[in-house]
């Protein structure tokens, strides 16, 4: 089963792929719209929550050059590499944690039995597999199946 890691991030839009990235690493992660920055930095402050962003405006801010902010300002285009620089500057540790929070909406998700979900997931997958989880708020299941196993593919090449 998944662990729910301790760093807590919130996810700019403009590096918005990050976000799936790092809840399947089981970091709580927010993804800002990117509306309202003084919102983002508000929230990262009292959640204790790192910024990742490209926007430059940020780091030059207050809170961050006097260090009550973390921010990383990411500096590739492409998703694989900011993966990369997050992981290298904050020294993650690349476990995979595919049961630890919901991919879609930041959930920790709650175990469930394999009786609970049978109505739930599609016949072959209720054959096979033993291990489910659910997420409390949209109620999707996860279970190691072929998605699980593309995912740890992905994440291996971090590592
Ligand atoms: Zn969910």
Not at 27 to 55: H, S
Not at 96 to 115: M, W
Request: proline residues 4%.
């Amino acid at each position: 089963m998944g662990i729910i890691n301790n760093l807590k991030f919130i996810v700019d839009n403009n590096v918005g792929k990050l976000t799936k990235w790092l809840r399947m690493m089981g970091y709580d992660t927010l993804f800002f719209n990117g509306r309202d920055d003084a919102y983002m930095i508000a929230t990262a402050l009292a959640q204790g929550r790192v910024i990742l962003t490209k926007d430059t405006q940020i780091v030059r801010r207050r809170l961050v050059t006097k260090g009550q902010l973390k921010v990383i300002l990411i500096k590739n285009d492409e998703p694989e590499l900011q993966m990369r620089q997050v992981i290298d500057t904050l020294n993650l540790n690349c476990q995979l944690s595919p049961f630890a929070i919901c991919l879609e909406c930041n959930q920790p998700l709650v175990k469930r039995s394999k009786e609970q979900v049978k109505d739930l997931v599609p016949p072959y997958v209720f054959q096979t597999q033993s291990q489910y989880m659910e997420c409390p708020a949209c109620h999707r299941i996860y279970w190691r199946g072929t998605h699980w196993q593309a995912m740890t593919k992905r994440l291996d090449k971090f590592r």
